[in-house]
């Protein structure tokens, strides 16, 4: 190999120091030219170097198109300053280090620790590999460990994605990274606000650690824990998780979520509540389809509404709430085991569905309803509600109004079908229609009970006062008898498919199925 070196010697004025210049053109050495060991980081090439030699270190200074190696590490920048003796760089404008085709780290200054391979750059740093790019002012890389770190901020990009943070390291060998402080992931689909956050840039795997929020066009979910796949959009939050999509949002302890179907699944102490409805539902397991903001609940599901100043408490083995996006119409449907309460209504049936469009209640299959001192029974039941109270209730086939006049005593009124007028949740006035018939028990003026009036008439009008019958009204020709109450074997004078529930009533909150969540 041909050079051309210049060597110029000068004493200095201090004793035992001298200082060699090199000026050197188109200055080329092989790796082992001054016997070094492997590791040591080698010149292959500057256009002028100098010697520096004092009694506590040797050093070398690179000036231009300065390139220096070690094993698989290439260096380049303007100039530098090697420390041979203890293998050390410092390196200055322009420098690049690379790792074959995996590793390309650019910034304006360099120190460089060969014996550790450690690496720390500032001034506009860049470190790039085949899946991401991260820029920052101060990276400490430690090259033997492939690992990169800041902690003066820092943003990384990868395939899209834009995360920020105070501090953050950065796995090159396994694609993981770790960050803390104000992360902030950027999607154009999402924005995610985390405190620490573990990275997978391959698989695209989030974990996040401490308060968390992910913000998008169609909802904001929060949670403490957790992870997200964000390639696939499947994620599963933990600790105080929820998931908003006003006016409706979902609080759990577990949250598993599919962004691109719309869908979350909710696990233990679950609570959603739409809040334009006045409704919320308390379960241990929920599932809520976003698009269509319905919610399917098991696990002692509990639903309130509040109305006015009241709530209406209802409980099912499965409550589903549905509603029409176009009409902005909710409809509830609960089944199996229904039991309803409420100051001024209590139920039961097998199942229920609830319209707010027209605030009217339909209990289906084996329906009881209470109200004040009456117990209402039929193959079908309708309640409408008005301003909070009970405006009218329907019966419909084997309709039966009953209410205990004493202690196994019990005043009836039953036929095909009922229509009830109610005037601040008090029953007024019944219309039976079909195959009419009534039993109901009459008082002295000392409340002494003197007769059963009992009748029959295919269609009637009965008139309430203070929950009691106090006029009946026949529309045909009625058949109507009054036994005198001396005369009389009670348990003769109950009406076809009479049957008193008093004690399945709901006497209070505490009597409806996981009314415990409510604590």
């Known amino acids: 190999m041909k050079r051309v070196l210049?060597?110029?010697?000068?004493?200095?004025?201090?004793?035992?120091?001298?200082?060699?210049?090199?000026?050197?053109?188109?200055?080329?050495?092989?790796?082992?030219?001054?016997?070094?060991?492997?590791?040591?980081?080698?010149?292959?090439?500057?256009?002028?170097?100098?010697?520096?030699?004092?009694?506590?270190?040797?050093?070398?200074?690179?000036?231009?198109?300065?390139?220096?190696?070690?094993?698989?590490?290439?260096?380049?920048?303007?100039?530098?300053?090697?420390?041979?003796?203890?293998?050390?760089?410092?390196?200055?404008?322009h420098v690049h280090i690379l790792q074959g085709d995996t590793i390309d780290l650019r910034g304006d200054t360099l120190h460089y620790f060969g014996n550790d391979k450690r690496a720390y750059m500032t001034g506009r740093v860049n470190l790039r590999d085949r899946k991401m790019h991260l820029t920052t002012d101060k990276l400490n890389f430690d090259l033997s460990n492939n690992m990169a770190s800041y902690t003066t901020g820092g943003t990384l990009i990868n395939n899209g994605t834009t995360l920020t943070s105070g501090s953050g390291v950065y796995y090159t060998n396994s694609t993981k990274a770790y960050f803390k402080h104000d992360v902030k992931l950027v999607n154009p689909d999402y924005t995610l606000l985390s405190d620490t956050l573990a990275y997978q840039i391959e698989s695209k795997i989030a974990r996040f650690y401490g308060p968390t929020r992910i913000i998008s066009k169609e909802n904001e979910i929060y949670c403490e824990g957790g992870w997200y796949d964000t390639k696939n959009e499947i994620a599963e939050f933990t600790v105080n998780a929820s998931l908003s999509n006003p006016p409706q949002i979902i609080h759990a302890d577990t949250l598993y979520y599919e962004r691109h179907k719309g869908i979350g699944k909710a696990h233990h102490r679950?609570?959603?509540?739409?809040?334009?409805?006045?409704?919320?539902?308390?379960?241990?397991?929920?599932?809520?389809?976003?698009?269509?903001?319905?919610?399917?609940?098991?696990?002692?599901?509990?639903?309130?509404?509040?109305?006015?100043?009241?709530?209406?408490?209802?409980?099912?083995?499965?409550?589903?709430?549905?509603?029409?996006?176009?009409?902005?119409?909710?409809?509830?449907?609960?089944?199996?085991?229904?039991?309803?309460?409420?100051?001024?209504?209590?139920?039961?049936?097998?199942?229920?569905?609830?319209?707010?469009?027209?605030?009217?209640?339909?209990?289906?299959?084996?329906?009881?309803?209470?109200?004040?001192?009456?117990?209402?029974?039929?193959?079908?039941?309708?309640?409408?509600?008005?301003?909070?109270?009970?405006?009218?209730?329907?019966?419909?086939?084997?309709?039966?109004?009953?209410?205990?006049?004493?202690?196994?005593?019990?005043?009836?009124?039953?036929?095909?079908?009922?229509?009830?007028?109610?005037?601040?949740?008090?029953?007024?006035?019944?219309?039976v229609t079909g195959n009419g018939e009534s039993i109901y028990y009459a008082k002295d003026k000392h409340q002494a009970f003197i007769g059963v009036n009992k009748a029959t008439c295919s269609n009637m009008k009965i008139y309430f006062a203070s929950n009691k019958i106090e006029k009946i009204v026949f529309m045909g020709e009625p058949e109507a008898t009054l036994f005198p109450i001396q005369k009389i074997n009670i348990e003769d004078f109950v009406l076809e498919n009479f049957i008193w529930y008093g004690s399945e009533r709901p006497l209070s909150l505490k009597d409806l199925p996981g009314s415990e969540q409510l604590k």
């Open 6 to 93: 210049l060597y110029l010697f000068r004493k200095k004025s201090f004793a035992g120091h001298f200082v060699a210049i090199f000026v050197l053109l188109s200055f080329t050495t092989p790796e082992n030219a001054y016997g070094q060991r492997n590791d040591t980081v080698v010149i292959e090439h500057a256009d002028v170097l100098e010697f520096i030699q004092n009694d506590t270190a040797h050093i070398r200074k690179l000036i231009g198109h300065v390139r220096l190696r070690q094993d698989n590490l290439i260096f380049s920048c303007d100039s530098a300053y090697q420390f041979t003796d203890k293998n050390y760089v410092d390196a200055f404008g």
């Open 270 to 431: 679950v609570v959603f509540t739409d809040t334009a409805k006045q409704m919320t539902i308390y379960c241990s397991q929920a599932i809520y389809y976003e698009y269509t903001h319905t919610v399917k609940a098991s696990g002692q599901p509990i639903l309130i509404n509040r109305i006015d100043r009241d709530s209406l408490y209802l409980t099912a083995d499965t409550l589903l709430s549905v509603e029409d996006t176009l009409k902005h119409i909710r409809t509830l449907y609960a089944y199996h085991h229904v039991k309803l309460f409420k100051n001024n209504l209590q139920g039961q049936c097998d199942s229920l569905v609830w319209r707010d469009e027209d605030s009217i209640l339909y209990f289906l299959n084996h329906p009881v309803l209470w109200s004040d001192s009456s117990q209402y029974t039929a193959d079908t039941i309708k309640v409408g509600l008005k301003n909070a109270h009970i405006d009218r209730v329907w019966l419909r086939q084997h309709a039966m109004i009953g209410s205990e006049s004493a202690s196994g005593i019990y005043d009836q009124i039953g036929g095909r079908t009922i229509s009830g007028i109610f005037k601040t949740d008090t029953l007024r006035y019944v219309l």
